[in-house]
T-cell receptor, first 116, second 108 residues
Framework: DAGVTQSPTHLIKTRGQQVTLRCSPI?????VSWYQQVLGQGPQFIFQ???????GRGNFPDRFSARQFPNYSSELNVNALLLGDSALYLC???????????????FGDGTRLSIL | GIQVEQSPPDLILQEGANSTLRCNFS?????LQWFHQNPWGQLINLFY???GTKQNGRLSATTVATERYSLLYISSSQTTDSGVYFC??????????FGAGTRLFVKA
């Protein structure tokens, strides 16, 4: 079975632009979470979606938004890009809502976003 | 909010040596996971271990939920074990918190 897939793998944008990142969860998984990992740090939680509803949000500005589709895939959108948005963006899926017992998360390989 | 602290921050080992990585939590343990991030950035699941002990080859992990800590043991280390080891957990509030990681380098 395919794991969590993310696209694109790499992306270069300039300040002020907008970007959309995509994630397909493991088949049967209904929860998708997004993380930002800046170089040298651990992943920081951005959003969790379960059954197409936002279930959790980290400390990120409103420039960050996401949605989950009926097939449980998800998109992360970032508007008005800043240099500090340069990072590895990771997507994780789990069978049901992360935070529920016995729900390990499985991560994709990430999208490396560079802002010039 | 919950805090996850990992130690040591950096570790250099000679190939074949053993090591213990520690993860401390400020809140009750829920859905604790250990990950290995390889040099290419891939986060690999090692253990899902909210309590008890598990083993997988040369790796094993123990979580003592009542004392809010978890340990990851690496035995007979290999150069391919190099990378960053993260622990992560949440408290049922739909937010997952990662530690800052332990950076491991295994010398040949």
């Amino acid at each position: 079975d395919a794991g969590v897939t993310q696209s694109p793998t790499h992306l270069i944008k300039t300040r002020g632009q907008q970007v959309t990142l995509r994630c397909s969860p493991i088949s049967g998984h209904k929860s998708v979470s997004w993380y930002q990992q800046v170089l040298g740090q651990g992943p920081q939680f951005i959003f969790q979606y379960y059954e197409k509803e936002e279930r959790g949000r980290g400390n990120f500005p409103d420039r960050f938004s996401a949605r989950q589709f009926p097939n449980y895939s998800s998109e992360l959108n970032v508007n008005a890009l800043l240099l500090g948005d340069s990072a590895l963006y990771l997507c994780a899926s789990s069978l049901s809502a992360a935070g529920t017992r016995n729900q390990p998360q499985h991560f994709g390989d990430g999208t490396r976003l560079s802002i010039l | 909010g919950i805090q996850v602290e990992q130690s040591p921050p950096d570790l250099i080992l000679q190939e074949g040596a053993n090591s213990t990585l520690r993860c401390n939590f400020s809140d009750s343990v829920n859905n604790l996971q250990w990950f290995h991030q390889n040099p290419w950035g891939q986060l690999i699941n090692l253990f899902y271990i909210p309590s008890g002990t598990k083993q997988n080859g040369r790796l094993s992990a123990t979580t003592v939920a009542t004392e809010r800590y978890s340990l990851l043991y690496i035995s007979s280390s290999q150069t391919t074990d190099s990378g960053v080891y993260f622990c992560a957990q949440n408290t049922g509030g739909f937010k997952t918190i990662f530690g800052a990681g332990t950076r491991l380098f295994v010398k040949a």
